[in-house]
């Protein structure tokens, strides 16, 4: 009998490309049939045909708080009480507004809006307004949504398939990106030697976590900002998937280092479409109203979306959350690395906060030539063993995880015993 999962994945593809509403979702890097999910609680969910699965992708990584968090499900219903969308002010924007400026010392003002896409590619536009420049920069691996300027060497699911640079960008758009290695200090100062004064921005994710997870290393982070001065370009953090997850402070904080401008989404959402992007206020009031610099969404600060995206960052800011979260996933990367040391097998993993990052190769990747020499069969290979087990990692070798705080020792425990049965008859 086909199960319920197979006919909507058959009926699905007749009237969506690939069956799919985000590349990634498809599964064709790993192979087989996408999982159709009907709910979700806490750390688990359930695709429709009953089966329950251990979840580390969160919704790719809003889900900082589980599925279906309480405290966010009530803030959405009494929103949603009041109406879906007025289109005009609202005083919870305000309120989001100021606890995003009060959280992130770089951030002095603020614009919302609906995806992470969005918040990218308003922030290169500002940018380039600010400075009266085009070029910009950005780093192979890196993804900062699918805007055609950013779409040149993307990772995430333009990585995945192939096309890290997407058909249909016009070539004199993509003239405009300068695209140089992760972590290569020397080819960003040649950059800057010979372009610096034309270079409208530096858009980077301080972990990279669309090439699977890459640390950037402190001196790279600290010479953009150098440069970046020197020059008179903006630097723009992208903590779309770092933002709220890495920290309270973001990765901004980790690092020490103030961006002129940052993008956020996903937490910052709750589980909503909701994202932002702000910084400097002399940058941001070059936006429209007030400057030259076009900018606007019929939905950006939905009431609904803000409300989940408050009642999730009131959560976060609870004493200890971080500690918690980071610990959990440490616990999980650790006891991955263990089990796969006893088997013999070559793997390796690491944690930022409440991001991680699986690794078939001895060591964590330090550069996009290292993740790419990762052994993609290997992981596609546990990944369909894991989820055979009811453990659901991201469908990608080129994508971190995610823990939530609604994961306990006893989830961290299943997946470290299901892992433990693959590795021990891992050829
Ligand atoms: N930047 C980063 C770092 C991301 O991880 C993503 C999405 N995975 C985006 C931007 C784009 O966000 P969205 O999918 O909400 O458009």
Redesign the pocket.
């Given at each position: 009998m086909t199960s319920r999962n197979q006919q909507l994945y058959e009926l699905s593809q007749r009237v969506i490309p690939g069956g799919v509403n985000?590349p990634v979702r498809a599964f064709k890097s790993v192979g087989g049939t996408p999982i159709f999910f009907q709910r979700g609680q806490g750390p688990y969910f359930w695709d429709v045909d009953g089966k329950a699965y251990i979840d580390y992708v969160g919704s790719?990584?809003p889900l900082i708080l589980g599925h279906a968090h309480p405290e966010v499900i009530k803030s959405v219903h009494e929103a949603a009480q009041n109406g879906l969308s007025f289109g005009a002010p609202t005083e919870a924007e305000l309120i989001i507004a100021e606890l995003v400026c009060s959280l992130l010392p770089s951030i002095e003002q603020v614009r919302l809006v609906s995806?992470?896409?969005?918040?990218?590619m308003s922030a290169i536009r500002l940018a380039r307004g600010y400075t009266n420049r085009s070029r910009i920069i950005k780093f192979e691996g890196?993804?900062?949504?699918?805007d055609d300027a950013l779409l040149v060497k993307a990772g995430?699911g333009a990585l995945t398939f192939g096309h890290p640079s997407s058909a249909g960008v016009p070539s004199e758009t993509a003239a405009h990106t300068i695209v140089l290695s992760y972590n290569d200090i020397p080819s960003v100062e040649k950059a800057f030697n010979d372009f610096g004064n034309e270079i409208a921005a530096v858009i980077v994710?301080p972990v990279a976590?669309?090439m699977n997870l890459v640390k950037a290393s402190p001196d790279f982070l600290t010479t953009l900002r150098k440069l970046c001065t020197q020059y008179g370009s903006v630097l723009i953090f992208?903590e779309?998937?770092t933002g709220f997850r890495v920290g309270l402070e973001c990765a901004q904080g980790l690092y020490q280092i103030k961006p002129d401008l940052t993008?956020l989404?996903?937490v910052i959402g709750g589980g909503m479409p909701m994202?932002a992007f702000g910084g400097r206020r002399d940058i941001m009031q070059c936006l429209a109203p007030l400057g030259a610099v076009y900018q606007a969404g019929t939905l950006s600060g939905n009431p609904v979306a803000v409300a989940a995206g408050l009642a999730t960052l009131n959560e976060v800011q609870k004493p200890g959350f971080y500690e918690a979260l980071a610990a959990k996933t440490e616990q999980l990367v650790q006891g991955l690395t263990e089990i796969a040391k006893q088997h013999g097998i070559a793997f390796s993993a690491q944690a930022v906060g409440g991001m991680f990052g699986l690794y078939f190769r001895e060591t964590a990747p330090e550069s996009f030539a290292d993740v790419m020499a990762c052994d993609k069969e290997a992981f596609n290979r546990f990944f369909h063993a894991m989820l055979q087990e009811g453990v659901y990692f991201a469908p990608s070798a080129f994508e971190a995880g995610f823990v939530s705080s609604s994961h306990t020792e006893e989830e961290i425990n299943k997946t470290l015993s299901a892992a433990g049965r693959i590795f021990a008859t891992w050829k």
């Amino acid at each position: 009998m086909t199960s319920r999962n197979q006919q909507l994945y058959e009926l699905s593809q007749r009237v969506i490309p690939g069956g799919v509403n985000s590349p990634v979702r498809a599964f064709k890097s790993v192979g087989g049939t996408p999982i159709f999910f009907q709910r979700g609680q806490g750390p688990y969910f359930w695709d429709v045909d009953g089966k329950a699965y251990i979840d580390y992708v969160g919704s790719w990584g809003p889900l900082i708080l589980g599925h279906a968090h309480p405290e966010v499900i009530k803030s959405v219903h009494e929103a949603a009480q009041n109406g879906l969308s007025f289109g005009a002010p609202t005083e919870a924007e305000l309120i989001i507004a100021e606890l995003v400026c009060s959280l992130l010392p770089s951030i002095e003002q603020v614009r919302l809006v609906s995806s992470g896409t969005e918040a990218g590619m308003s922030a290169i536009r500002l940018a380039r307004g600010y400075t009266n420049r085009s070029r910009i920069i950005k780093f192979e691996g890196c993804y900062h949504g699918h805007d055609d300027a950013l779409l040149v060497k993307a990772g995430s699911g333009a990585l995945t398939f192939g096309h890290p640079s997407s058909a249909g960008v016009p070539s004199e758009t993509a003239a405009h990106t300068i695209v140089l290695s992760y972590n290569d200090i020397p080819s960003v100062e040649k950059a800057f030697n010979d372009f610096g004064n034309e270079i409208a921005a530096v858009i980077v994710e301080p972990v990279a976590g669309n090439m699977n997870l890459v640390k950037a290393s402190p001196d790279f982070l600290t010479t953009l900002r150098k440069l970046c001065t020197q020059y008179g370009s903006v630097l723009i953090f992208d903590e779309v998937m770092t933002g709220f997850r890495v920290g309270l402070e973001c990765a901004q904080g980790l690092y020490q280092i103030k961006p002129d401008l940052t993008i956020l989404g996903k937490v910052i959402g709750g589980g909503m479409p909701m994202a932002a992007f702000g910084g400097r206020r002399d940058i941001m009031q070059c936006l429209a109203p007030l400057g030259a610099v076009y900018q606007a969404g019929t939905l950006s600060g939905n009431p609904v979306a803000v409300a989940a995206g408050l009642a999730t960052l009131n959560e976060v800011q609870k004493p200890g959350f971080y500690e918690a979260l980071a610990a959990k996933t440490e616990q999980l990367v650790q006891g991955l690395t263990e089990i796969a040391k006893q088997h013999g097998i070559a793997f390796s993993a690491q944690a930022v906060g409440g991001m991680f990052g699986l690794y078939f190769r001895e060591t964590a990747p330090e550069s996009f030539a290292d993740v790419m020499a990762c052994d993609k069969e290997a992981f596609n290979r546990f990944f369909h063993a894991m989820l055979q087990e009811g453990v659901y990692f991201a469908p990608s070798a080129f994508e971190a995880g995610f823990v939530s705080s609604s994961h306990t020792e006893e989830e961290i425990n299943k997946t470290l015993s299901a892992a433990g049965r693959i590795f021990a008859t891992w050829k």
